[in-house]
């Protein structure tokens, strides 16, 4: 009989504000059985293992390491294992597997060979940052990042078109302010709005939604802290 | 003080399949905390309080029911309970408030009135069917409902254009089939794939992706469970 890919979210937050009462219990109990694991990152994972079960048995545990650089002699090992009737865990560096990740790789390989996957319910700071934002919820677009040279990423936000829904967009934390900036220079119309997330499920939680114009006339510094951004 | 307003999933699957370990514990302390909730379907949300916790005193706990119909005295009502210091909390008949339902226009009044907003951990089908699916996690869209009328849908279809992310959306679970049915017919792209990811938490999850060229020579039969359709 084939294993079974379980797709394990991982805490969103820095490691120190870890509770382990924002896991759902089945996604533990799955975890202890797992006894291979395809992970984005070998150490943060097992930091998260252990902190999920301190008496985790990591040194008889497999890691695979999955990345962007991961070949395709990699996802056959995984598959491999999948074949032989293992159960595979997949985990990202933090957030759900699959989204903006190479998860999605192995669920892809797992379809064309039949091999049941199973996604377990946890934190995705997409997900919610746009329950909070106030911003339609009926209709929303996730461009993932903008491009890095800033002319280009002033390009794709004018090309955001009101109207048609939220654009949620991420950014790598120490640019967050000058893309923050840019939006609100960037957008004429008076009532567009932006919700800021900061530090989602963190110590420094903090989710505001206003119009831009509002907006344009406070002083706002963000930190670098995970931030997604929703433009309506 | 004022009172924060907490976006708290509810459970995706049929209720008979309800397990109290796929809710995370801090959700269920914040809950027993709260004594007042706008709800989208105050029979299911009594009911998903109790399963929470079976000594939880709904007689003294307040029903404000927040749905299409709801007019701004409704959400007023629910901004005075905000601004007079009480916690309420946000529960959609399914999955997560904010997302596709009336939570959305309660968040936006919040962020009009500066009241923190707490969104939760919990389980929403658009996202556990996207991580599972092996398609596009990096750029995608949700539609939300396709039109009613078939031909209009077929049109709608036909502009979900290829290579630009994964197109999500949902159906009212009497039309799968016929949904279904229209996709394989409509799209022409042999290597276009579509995945389908049915019941998911529930006892007949059932989750694949294939490309439609495939599809077409299978017999597929989908029930009336809640699906989710996401093509590439």
């Known amino acids: 009989m084939k294993g079974k890919l379980y797709l394990i979210p991982v805490p969103i937050h820095n490691e120190e504000d870890f509770n382990i009462e ?32 301190p008496k985790y048995d990591i040194d008889h545990t497999v890691f695979e390491l999955i990345n962007k650089k991961s070949g395709s002699d990699d996802f056959i090992k995984i598959l491999e294992y999948l074949l032989n009737g293992n159960n595979v865990g997949v985990m990202s560096e933090s957030g759900c597997p699959g989204i903006a990740d190479p998860g999605q790789k192995i669920c892809d390989i797992a379809h064309q060979n039949k091999i049941s996957i199973k996604p377990l319910i946890g934190p ?65 119309d008076r009532n567009r709005k932006l919700c800021v997330a900061i530090d989602i499920t963190g110590k420094n939680e903090k989710i505001f939604t206003k119009k831009i114009d509002v907006l344009k006339n406070e002083v706002i510094v963000l930190k670098k802290y995970p931030t997604i951004f929703i433009i309506e």
């Open 22 to 53: 924002y896991t759902p219990p089945y996604l533990i109990k799955i975890v202890n059985q797992i006894k291979i694991f395809a992970v984005e990152n070998i150490r943060t994972s097992r930091r998260f293992l252990r902190k999920l079960n």
């Open 124 to 188: 995705s700071s997409i997900l919610l940052a746009l329950m909070a934002s106030g911003l339609n919820g009926q209709k929303f677009q996730f461009h993932g990042y903008l491009p890095i040279n800033s002319l280009e990423r002033i390009n794709a936000l004018k090309k955001l078109k009101p109207y048609t829904g939220s654009h949620i967009f991420i950014e790598t934390p120490y640019r967050n302010q000058k893309v923050f900036d840019e939006i609100i220079n960037t957008f004429k």
